[in-house]
């Protein structure tokens, strides 16, 4: 099938100083040691309109960064719609708050240093390069075919750590002797699309990893993490081709081989580490170009839904509990502590926030929540997003009713919506399976699956 396909890349790195988005603690950059991206492929079949796809070096892309980036398209682009634009994340934690506002103190934004770059402002200033950048790449869209690939190559590792009594810790320690074994299994294959004009030259790769770009997670200064090393190592080798890079559900994964190092192995908490892995990634992505293949099918499609998942509600019991100790930290910590509850080290983070949106959540009664769901379908390869940092399972699930297809699962896209864990996760507890870090528990996990089923299934039927 012929396409036609245009690439635009934009620099979203912020000016500094600036607070970090990421860890609970607040980290101000002073520095840049990699520019952050914004990739935009446009892609469309003759006569039909494109979608544009714009994966961003960010934590996540709100709602918000959504709806500023379309805004700010309408009138530039033709008969342009909010629903044809798809805004993911990388998930580095080396980049700026893009909100103010979060349900859970642990990640509001919460320095009053008026020197720093604010949230507001980053926003602003991302989505008007995001939106330069689609234009662009719409404006460079020619007659063009696409090809995939498969790499085997491991880059995710499952995180949490289970134990005899039943507890699951995020990246707990495995040398204890009532470790029992990790939750699920490491990351899967890397889905690989490259696109090709019609003098057949290379001209972009969109890359689905397994892996979030968290190896220099804790560090206090602005960096795309493995991908800048990524992209580098391709326009070395493949001259000026953009890399997309698109993350797969990973929600209980990280870069972290927990179980195993090899010895003299790089850091994987450096950039030694980032280097190696995003590297790694680059020489696949450079040797599977000449045995990449052609998607069988005439089928393109892009479909959009919000799908209404049930939110993850706490019970009355659990309500008069959490209130109950919001009670009695305000009788130990005082009236206002809640205005910074972090600030002493007296209150416990996961507790708190636990019983925080517990309370919340009973008060607001709210069943349902709107989740983006993309579906872009190329002959028998499939791109399916999500919303969520999303437990590997759910991805499991919908490859195992659609073994015929290559599915690119794409987690983090068009919304954040917090972890969505599994029944055992949420069994085994934990940071990631709590009802703090997440909208949706395991039954959100499991509508969410069926309305991407069905909407893979109608991106393959007749129109």
Not at 18 to 29: C, M
Not at 43 to 64: H, N, R, V
Not at 173 to 197: A, C, Q, R, W
Request: hydrophobic share 35%; with cysteine; aromatic share 10%.
């Amino acid at each position: 099938m012929k396409y036609r396909i245009g690439w635009a890349a934009a620099d979203i790195t912020p000016r500094c100083p600036v607070a970090l988005l990421g860890q609970f603690e607040q980290r101000v950059a002073r520095e840049v040691r990699s520019p952050l991206q914004a990739v935009v492929m446009a892609i469309a079949a003759d006569g039909e309109s494109p979608a544009y796809w714009a994966g961003c070096d960010l934590l996540y892309t709100p709602a918000s960064l959504v709806h500023d980036t379309a805004a700010l398209l309408r009138g530039r682009l033709p008969d342009f719609d909010e629903s044809q634009l798809i805004l993911s994340a990388t998930h580095v934690h080396t980049a700026p708050y893009l909100n103010r506002d979060a349900e859970s103190a642990l990640v509001r934004y919460t320095n009053d240093d008026p020197s720093l770059l604010q949230p507001e402002e980053y926003r602003a200033f991302a989505a008007e390069r995001i939106a330069d950048a689609v234009v662009r790449a719409y404006h460079a869209m020619r007659p063009s075919t696409v090809k995939t690939a498969v790499s085997p190559i491991q880059t995710g590792y499952c995180r949490r750590v289970t134990y005899m009594d039943g507890r699951a810790v995020m990246y707990g320690d495995v040398s204890v002797p009532d470790f029992k074994t990790m939750e699920y299994h490491d990351g899967g294959n890397t889905n690989i699309l490259y696109t090709f004009d019609d003098t057949g030259a290379l001209t972009g790769i969109a890359a689905n990893v397994p892996c979030t770009a968290q190896v220099v997670e804790h560090k206090e200064y602005v960096t795309s993490d493995y991908w800048g090393y990524t992209r580098a190592y391709v326009r070395e080798k493949l001259g000026d081709v953009p890399v997309l890079g698109l993350t797969a559900s990973a929600g209980d994964l990280s870069p972290r081989d927990l179980l195993s190092t090899m010895p003299e192995e790089p850091s994987n908490t450096e950039e030694e580490g980032a280097r190696e892995l995003g590297e790694r990634i680059a020489r696949e992505l450079v040797a599977l170009v000449p045995d990449a293949r052609t998607p069988e099918g005439g089928v393109y499609r892009h479909l959009y839904r919000t799908a209404y998942l049930p939110r993850w509600n706490p019970t009355f019991v659990e309500y008069r509990r959490a209130k109950a100790l919001i009670e009695e930290l305000r009788k130990t910590e005082g009236e206002d502590f809640e205005r910074s509850p972090f600030t002493k080290d007296s209150v416990p983070k996961f507790e708190y926030s636990e019983a925080e949106v517990t309370v919340r959540r009973f008060e607001e009664d709210i069943e349902y929540v709107p989740a983006p769901i993309h579906v872009l379908r190329l002959g028998d390869a499939v791109f399916v997003t999500n919303p969520f940092e999303c437990f590997i399972e759910y991805a499991d699930r919908l490859r195992a009713a659609h073994p015929e297809l290559q599915l690119f699962d794409v987690q983090l896209a068009c919304d954040t919506m917090g972890y969505l864990p599994t029944r055992r996760a949420v069994r085994g507890g934990g940071y990631s399976a709590m009802i703090f870090n997440g909208q949706c528990g395991p039954e959100g996990g499991d509508a969410l699956v069926r309305e991407s089923l069905e909407l893979i299934d109608m991106s393959g039927r007749d129109e």
